[in-house]
């Protein structure tokens, strides 16, 4: 099984955002192993179109649009940044901050240190790695490594008011530009 190809929407399968987990697969047979098993039991999928749908679509304070990010290669090493704004696309997220192994001693992340959005509640809660470019299930999860240390609501938080106000631009349907394609 070709990991990449089954995750990566065949007409985004180009962009450079799917390098990195490429690279991981490639040099940690444990890890590619982990990620294949979890395809097979539907723990793990790819973006699909609809998440794809929700990026073209937003306002994002950048010469580029959101998805050229991902088509330039531009989220590897930043996870934050990718992670807070996808998580303006959706209601109720979580902000989580922690350790992910497979990334120690690389170049966007020597300690392992990431950020991910989680969603959803009980079984149906749901990892979306805007690194790795996958949707996790939280209970597999554990098995990738994932170790979270910090979660915040920012959409309950009063703290966070910038991020409702960076949410609110990001959802203006009166300020959209016209999406730029193909990448």
């Not at 915040?152 to 009166?174: I, T």
């Amino acid at each position: 099984m070709d990991i990449v190809d089954y995750i990566a929407l065949p007409e985004r399968r180009h962009y450079k955002c799917y390098e990195f987990l490429q690279k991981l697969l490639n040099s940690n047979k444990k890890f590619s192993s982990i990620i294949e098993e979890g395809i097979k039991e539907g723990k793990i999928r790819g973006f699909d179109e609809s998440m794809w749908d929700k990026m073209e679509n937003m306002n994002y304070r950048a010469p580029i649009s959101f998805p050229e990010v991902f088509a330039q290669g531009f989220n590897v090493g930043n996870c934050t940044h990718c992670a807070y704004n996808y998580s303006y696309l959706i209601d109720n997220p979580a902000i989580c901050g922690g350790t992910l192994p497979i990334l120690t001693g690389t170049n966007n992340s020597a300690d392992g240190r990431h950020t991910w959005v989680e969603i959803g509640s009980g079984k149906e809660t749901y990892l979306i790695d805007t690194t790795l470019m996958m949707v996790i299930s939280k209970d597999y999860a554990s098995k990738i490594g994932y170790i979270e240390e910090e979660k915040v609501y920012p959409d309950l938080d009063p703290r966070y008011k910038r991020y409702q106000s960076a949410k609110e631009f990001a959802n203006d349907p009166s300020i959209k530009r016209a999406p730029r394609k193909p990448y």
